[in-house]
């Protein structure tokens, strides 16, 4: 959940401060040619680019030459909803642009959580994933790209506890990291691809959508996202809060299983809490 945690709360500290617009322009910060220095941060957040969804340069590339290659990549299909892990690798470089930071530095000391980071030193508190060449994967990024990007990169990564996040969600929603109008902004806007009113987004968020991860009582006031090791996290806009972390790679990556857990787990909270009314929720506590 490295996107929304990590990225998209870098990106909301920044529109908070005055410091970027919503449609400021990629070329505006990354010296970048073509269609691609035209996208906004709006489009970014929304996975409207055109990008596309992801990029074999991993096997070819390492570190900074990765990161470069991967900036000059050109939008396909522009104004198509299609979701893209380049959208946030190019999201984090706005950050270190603007900032003078290093990606990592920056979202740990915003976040200030104490056992949230990227690179964890202490390696045997975390879950291990899958295997890559060779040896099983423990305190390192599963994604690919973020694994030979160095462990550090705006679409995955982020290592962290549900107690962290925990604390991370209430912040959130209290105005630590941002003041709650800009949250709102954030989670309470819904963009609608053209033409398919099913496909939709927060920005840097996910909406529920029927047959979705957060269950059959969601709706699109809500906000959350996933992670493609089984993680997961849906908020309703009072405070009620799910936390999911799984490590399913270590089993099967690309198994789908884990949707219909997911979904069963959040049935199972949600049916027990009025989600649309904050306040008999805390006179049920």
């Given at each position: 959940?490295?996107?929304?945690?990590?990225t998209?709360?870098?990106i909301?500290?920044?529109?908070?401060?005055?410091r970027?617009f919503?449609?400021?322009?990629?070329?505006?910060?990354?010296?970048?040619?073509g269609?691609?220095?035209?996208?906004?941060?709006?489009?970014l957040l929304s996975?409207?680019?055109?990008?596309?969804?992801y990029s074999?340069?991993w096997?070819l590339l390492?570190?900074?030459?990765l990161?470069?290659?991967?900036?000059?990549?050109?939008?396909?299909?522009k104004?198509k909803?299609q979701y893209?892990?380049l959208?946030f690798?190019t999201l984090?470089?706005?950050?270190?642009?603007?900032t003078?930071d290093?990606f990592?530095?920056?979202v740990?000391k915003?976040?200030?959580?104490?056992?949230?980071?990227f690179?964890p030193?202490?390696v045997?508190n975390c879950a291990?994933?899958?295997e890559?060449?060779?040896r099983?994967?423990?305190?390192?990024?599963d994604?690919e790209?973020?694994y030979?990007l160095?462990?550090?990169?705006?679409?995955?990564?982020?290592f962290?506890?549900?107690?962290d996040?925990h604390?991370?969600v209430?912040?959130?929603?209290?105005?630590?990291?941002?003041?709650?109008?800009v949250v709102d902004l954030?989670t309470?806007?819904?963009v609608y691809?053209?033409g398919?009113?099913?496909n939709?987004r927060?920005?840097?968020?996910?909406?529920p959508?029927p047959g979705?991860?957060?269950?059959d009582?969601?709706?699109?006031?809500?906000?959350?996202?996933?992670?493609f090791?089984?993680?997961?996290?849906?908020?309703?806009p009072?405070g009620?809060?799910?936390?999911?972390l799984?490590?399913?790679?270590?089993y099967?990556?690309?198994?789908?299983?884990?949707?219909?857990v997911r979904?069963?787990?959040?049935?199972v909270?949600?049916?027990n809490?009025?989600?649309?009314n904050?306040?008999?929720y805390e006179?049920?506590?």
């Amino acid at each position: 959940m490295t996107k929304v945690i990590a990225t998209t709360t870098a990106i909301m500290r920044l529109f908070g401060e005055g410091r970027i617009f919503l449609y400021d322009k990629v070329g505006d910060f990354i010296n970048v040619e073509g269609e691609k220095a035209k996208i906004t941060i709006f489009e970014l957040l929304s996975h409207t680019s055109g990008l596309q969804p992801y990029s074999d340069l991993w096997r070819l590339l390492r570190g900074k030459d990765l990161k470069e290659e991967i900036l000059k990549i050109q939008p396909t299909c522009k104004g198509k909803m299609q979701y893209s892990c380049l959208n946030f690798i190019t999201l984090m470089s706005i950050v270190e642009r603007i900032t003078g930071d290093d990606f990592d530095s920056y979202v740990e000391k915003l976040l200030e959580l104490p056992n949230t980071c990227f690179n964890p030193k202490n390696v045997e508190n975390c879950a291990p994933t899958s295997e890559r060449e060779g040896r099983r994967l423990r305190g390192e990024p599963d994604d690919e790209l973020s694994y030979y990007l160095g462990g550090v990169s705006g679409n995955a990564g982020l290592f962290s506890t549900a107690k962290d996040i925990h604390i991370f969600v209430n912040r959130l929603l209290d105005g630590y990291y941002v003041s709650r109008n800009v949250v709102d902004l954030f989670t309470q806007t819904v963009v609608y691809e053209s033409g398919n009113k099913e496909n939709k987004r927060h920005l840097g968020w996910m909406v529920p959508i029927p047959g979705g991860s957060a269950g059959d009582f969601a709706y699109e006031k809500m906000f959350g996202h996933t992670g493609f090791t089984g993680t997961s996290l849906w908020i309703t806009p009072w405070g009620l809060h799910v936390i999911l972390l799984t490590n399913k790679g270590f089993y099967d990556r690309w198994n789908e299983k884990m949707q219909r857990v997911r979904a069963l787990v959040h049935n199972v909270v949600f049916a027990n809490f009025d989600v649309k009314n904050g306040d008999a929720y805390e006179k049920d506590r």
